[in-house]
């Protein structure tokens, strides 16, 4: 019995596959994929104060934005039909601590940005990070003892991140912490606190990649961090792993999972897609974006081919979205 496609008789010259390439009328008309802003959840950086944008130099066109400042983006983004954000912070260093409070402070950088959010656009989605990096002094996604990182400790304290972001509006909670066992015990507080209807997309397969640096340095987490992530985030040399990740991650009440980094991570979407059938999100990371924009500006790459094939790419292997840096500039072009 075929498990795969079946495919008639025909050869050259009698089938000439290029019949269907030869208009853009009719490139469109046959094409398995497509891509609009719909697709895309646009990844941003919020810090305090006032003014304008501030340039985050590892990562051409992408700034730390004030509270305001963002509120006038957001609409730019909404208007040219993203239909969500996600949201990280920029913490200064005395608001970091061994313990990572300021994460569960309810007046902290985000629920305020949350907050401000939907007074001005209460229909934009908002995805809010759970992972004590931003906010950890040791630069971790959880809390450290003796140089480990401790699994069920660093669950309470989530717990009580996610709990305050719902309260300020968060739409989307999205653990980023490859802590076990975190989805259950963070479904089940925000069900406890009457939040039943605030959904969760899981970082379920994050990678311990080489492509976060740029966004380090955005946060501000890079210069604190002590060691690696290998404890936790996984291997890339492993990819059933990911699928126990992904079930396990379902298994705990996840609405939807996400593959991070996106595209060395192509095949795991896929994997993930067809095993699932479930909402599967990748994030373009800062490395990718950064990537292309360097290559770009060196004549190397067409920018903007570049980052719609590459978007693209990310559809064909199955994902329904992709969080990405290049939300608007590619926006943009799909209206060109």
Sequence with gaps: MSNGPVFPNAA???TRLRRNRSDAWLRRLVAENSLTSSDFIWTVFVREGEGA????DSMPGVFRHSVEGLVESAKEARDLGIPALALFP????DKKDPEGSEAINPENLICRAVRRLKEELPDMGLVCDVALDPY???GHDGLVSGGRILNDETNDVLCRQALVQAAAGCDVIAPSDMMDGRIGVIRSALDTAGFQDVKIMSYAAK???AFYGP???AIGSGGFLKGDKKTYQMDPANSDEALREVALDLAEGADMVMVKPGMPYLDIIRRVKETFAVPTFAYQVSGEYAMMKAAAQNGWLDNDRAVLESLLAFKRAGCSG???YAAVEAAKLLRA
């Design 12 to 14: 050259y010259p009698a």
């Design 53 to 56: 944008a501030v340039p985050i």
């Design 90 to 93: 920029f913490v200064e260093a």
């Design 136 to 138: 950890n002094s040791d």
């Design 207 to 209: 990678y311990a990649s």
């Design 215 to 217: 966004f380090r340095d």
């Design 322 to 324: 992709v969080l990405t």
